[in-house]
T-cell receptor, first 113, second 114 residues
Framework: NAGVTQTPKFQVLKTGQSMTLQCAQD?????MSWYRQDPGMGLRLIHY???????DQGEVPNGYNVSRSTTEDFPLRLLSAAPSQTSVYFC????????????FGPGTRLTVL | GESVGLHLPTLSVQEGDNSIINCAYS??????FIWYKQESGKGPQFIID?????DKRQGQRVTVLLNKTVKHLSLQIAATQPGDSAVYFC?????????????FGSGTKLNVKP
């Protein structure tokens, strides 16, 4: 199993550009989530999904969209990138939500100029 | 990799010594806690968890202690090895809460000296 994979590993955007961060897992996990990690702060939840076709907002959802058309994939879309979205983004999956072990991807380091 | 402006508390230990990393949590309603390890350039990795009906739980070379009275959590690593060098952070939540009520600390950097 590859576990949780994320692409790209690094990305530089200009303000106003849009892009999609990809996340895939091959463990047949129902729960998937996106976090951002900023210097000196803990992970903050952006959006999460409890199954295909079901998504919900986390702590910091503004400026981001998600969809979950399949169990395996959970892409994160930045609609109009802003410098405040410069961060490291992690995707995670688990079989039963946060009380089950979450497996994290390697992260995407995004810089918005 | 490094992040400009990141100032995590750092714990430096000698290889072979025991390490103790501390975490204070804020919500007295939290009943589930996890410790994660994050190596440079990688995603967080689950180490051990504990529920509030326990005050101690042991894993392989790691022990988590929970003091609900003072809302304090600690991670003890026995016989620390160079491979243990990483950032360690705790997370708190309630098993009955929605998924979006789980909070992560900013972490402590463990530096193991050979």
């Amino acid at each position: 199993n590859a576990g949780v994979t994320q692409t790209p590993k690094f990305q530089v955007l200009k303000t106003g550009q849009s892009m999609t961060l990809q996340c895939a897992q091959d463990m047949n996990h129902e729960y998937m989530s996106w976090y951002r990690q900023d210097p000196g702060m803990g992970l903050r939840l952006i959006h999460y999904s409890v199954g295909a076709g079901i998504t919900d907002q986390g702590e910091v959802p503004n400026g981001y969209n998600v969809s979950r058309s399949t169990t395996e994939d959970f892409p994160l879309r930045l609609l109009s990138a802003a410098p405040s979205q410069t961060s490291v983004y992690f995707c995670a999956s688990s079989s039963r939500g946060h009380t089950d072990t979450q497996y994290f991807g390697p992260g995407t380091r995004l810089t918005v100029l | 990799g490094e992040s400009v402006g990141l100032h995590l508390p750092t714990l430096s230990v000698q290889e072979g010594d025991n390490s103790i990393i501390n975490c204070a949590y804020s919500n007295s309603a939290s009943d589930y806690f996890i410790w994660y390890k994050q190596e440079s350039g990688k995603g967080p990795q689950f180490i051990i968890d504990i529920r509030s009906n326990m005050d101690k739980r042991q894993g392989q070379r790691v022990t988590v202690l929970l003091n609900k009275t003072v809302k304090h959590l600690s991670l003890q690593i026995a016989a620390t090895q160079p491979g243990d060098s990483a950032v360690y952070f705790c997370a708190e939540g309630a098993s009955t809460y929605n998924f979006n009520k789980f909070y992560f600390g900013s972490g402590t950097k463990l530096n193991v000296k050979p």
